[in-house]
């Protein structure tokens, strides 16, 4: 079974940053793909950025030049540095990880909340 841990979240001034870490375990034989998503209270879940194996890094337009997203995979591991945080990068955010042993399935972190205030 694998498992999503996350830490970093929290609650920041706007202007400053954050540090958000993910960590795969379990029985991985590789990881296809690591993601951070957010979800605002009453909306939807959305994808912030995106790093797939061997492939360019993707991100929401609303965080581009603001947030940067990195993966160490020898630690199973992604992070998300968040610097000029705004009061609309308030949400819960959440890890995925398209991970492959024999078959390919998708996790879910447990979500962390990064709360910006003005």
């Known amino acids: 079974q694998v498992q999503l841990v996350e830490s970093g979240g929290g609650l920041v001034q706007a202007g400053g940053s954050l540090r958000l870490s993910c960590v795969a375990s379990?029985?991985?034989?590789?990881?296809?793909?690591m993601g951070w998503y957010r979800q605002a209270p009453g909306a939807q879940r959305e994808l912030v950025a995106g790093?797939?194996?061997?492939?360019?890094?993707n991100y929401a337009d609303s965080v581009k030049g603001r947030f940067t997203i990195s993966a160490d995979n020898a630690k199973n591991t992604v992070y998300l540095q968040m610097n000029s945080l705004k009061p609309e990068d308030t949400a819960v955010y959440y890890c995925?990880?398209?991970?492959?042993?024999?078959?390919?399935?998708?996790?879910w972190g447990q979500g962390t909340q990064v709360t910006v205030y003005s």
């Open positions: 995925k990880m398209l991970i492959r042993l024999g078959v390919q399935r998708q996790y």
């Open positions: 379990g029985s991985i034989e590789s990881i296809i793909f």
């Open positions: 790093i797939p194996s061997g492939g360019s890094t």
